[in-house]
């Protein structure tokens, strides 16, 4: 993709408090704090939250992208070089053509930020040059769209394919995309013979811009869809099914290409973030790819040793309780944790709990309390509770 003109102005890992050098696990951890806290459901009715929310949004959709973050990298370096926007033509550069064959040069800076403003103020051009050419004539992408998907914990453990709903820009389902009435076409824009661009010639040299008849489309709508008015596009309800691999973790993006908002003058659509909200699991809990579990045994069980059934999120496993368990001991079962769509499995961490009975009949107390007359060692002898308190030379 074509270098956009704020990443020469921006720097994404400043954004995102992260070094140039971060890794994608350190990117992804740094935006979903962030995320978290500028979240507009969580700052509702400011404004600056909001607009600092879709900054790390865009910093992360470019960062979070290998071939994106590689393009972005070249600019910045760049830049940090002194080599500033590029002179070639397109988007944050501008273009120089040689003499023609009346002798005068001529400019294309539509795109040339500061030097086009400057140039056009030099001659009389007015506001200055467009910027990033938001309207020029050719197809335009889409933006990408973002959504939440709550999910359950299994369904998050297993993956599942799922559909989302949300209302946002579409291609107008009357006219197609076209924003001409049914029946009827768009047509060339006589001012600037399609192209989107009209010629400023300033004695020897010569500015193009854009077309103030068409914006830059290149097309005249004379007769507008009466659905989107001449858009080409209307808001509506929309379904999106979406994959989520098995394992995804709470707060984790899933891109589903070509499923945002729908491109300009047939350009492609953007794409569509989810955002995976896991709810809790009754029973079990989760470190990355590892689940887990506080398992309640006996005073018997941890004194004696057994061995007791342990559930998973399949199917229960035996466990061995060593004789002399403590409450607070944790065990590992391997594999028996999160199972991944790529890499290994994760492992169940058991916890055992020691339960203390509450209530007793006759028989259950006299059987404690004849355990506690064979039973001679002070668990607490460490921390001498009879030694007087401050000493001998406190006087």
């Given at each position: 993709m074509a270098p956009q003109r704020e990443w020469f102005d921006k720097d994404y890992y400043?954004?995102?408090?992260?070094?140039?050098?971060?890794?994608?696990?350190?990117?992804?951890?740094?935006?979903?704090?962030?995320?978290?806290?500028?979240?507009?459901?969580?700052?509702?009715?400011?404004?600056?939250?909001?607009?600092?929310?879709?900054?790390?949004?865009?910093?992360?959709?470019?960062?979070?992208d290998a071939a994106k973050r590689k393009e972005y990298d070249e600019v910045r370096q760049m830049v940090a070089t002194g080599g500033g926007r590029s002179s070639a033509p397109g988007p944050?550069?501008?273009?120089?053509?040689?003499?023609?064959?009346?002798?005068?040069?001529?400019?294309?800076?539509?795109?040339?930020?500061?030097?086009?403003?400057?140039?056009?103020?030099?001659?009389?051009?007015?506001?200055?040059?467009?910027?990033?050419?938001?309207n020029a004539a050719g197809p335009r992408r889409g933006d990408d769209l973002e959504t939440e998907l709550h999910l359950d914990f299994v369904d998050a453990a297993h993956g599942v394919t799922t559909t989302v709903r949300f209302t946002a820009d579409a291609v107008c389902s009357v006219c197609h995309g076209n924003g001409a009435r049914p029946g009827t076409s768009p047509v060339a824009c006589p001012t600037c013979g399609g192209s989107g661009q009209?010629?400023?010639?300033?004695?020897?040299?010569?500015?193009?811009?854009?077309?103030?008849?068409?914006?830059?489309?290149?097309?005249?709508?004379?007769?507008?869809c009466p659905q989107c008015h001449g858009t080409g596009v209307e808001k509506r309800a929309r379904e999106v099914k979406v994959r989520i691999p098995a394992g995804v973790d709470d707060g984790q993006r899933i891109r589903v290409k070509g499923r945002g908002a729908a491109g300009a003058n047939g350009g492609p659509s953007g794409d569509l973030y989810v955002i995976v909200h896991v709810l809790p699991h009754r029973i079990f809990g989760r470190k990355g790819k590892d689940l887990t579990l506080r398992l309640?045994?006996?005073?018997?069980?941890?004194?004696?040793?057994?061995?007791?059934?342990?559930?998973?999120?399949?199917?229960?496993?035996?466990?061995?309780?060593?004789?002399?368990?403590?409450s607070g001991k944790t065990v590992r079962v391997r594999g028996r944790g999160i199972v991944p769509s790529k890499g290994a499995a994760g492992d169940l961490l058991v916890t055992f709990d020691v339960a203390v009975p509450t209530q007793l009949d006759d028989a259950g107390r006299a059987a404690v309390e004849a355990l506690a007359s064979v039973i001679t060692t002070n668990p607490r002898a460490h921390l001498e509770t009879d030694a007087p308190v401050g000493g001998d030379d406190g006087a």
């Open positions: 400043k954004v995102l408090g992260v070094p140039t050098t971060a890794t994608e696990k350190e990117i992804t951890r740094a935006y979903r704090k962030l995320a978290k806290q500028h979240h507009p459901d969580a700052n509702p009715g400011n404004t600056v939250a909001e607009e600092r929310f879709k900054e790390i949004s865009t910093a992360y959709d470019v960062l979070d944050g550069g501008f273009g120089f053509q040689p003499p023609g064959p009346g002798g005068g040069f001529r400019f294309d800076t539509d795109d040339a930020g500061g030097i086009g403003d400057l140039l056009g103020g030099l001659f009389n051009r007015g506001g200055g040059a467009r910027r990033g050419r938001p009209i010629a400023n010639d300033q004695g020897m040299f010569s500015f193009s811009q854009v077309c103030p008849q068409c914006a830059g489309r290149g097309q005249i709508i004379e007769d507008p309640p045994i006996t005073f018997a069980e941890a004194a004696l040793g057994a061995e007791v059934k342990v559930p998973t999120l399949d199917s229960s496993v035996t466990v061995r309780v060593q004789p002399g368990t403590q």
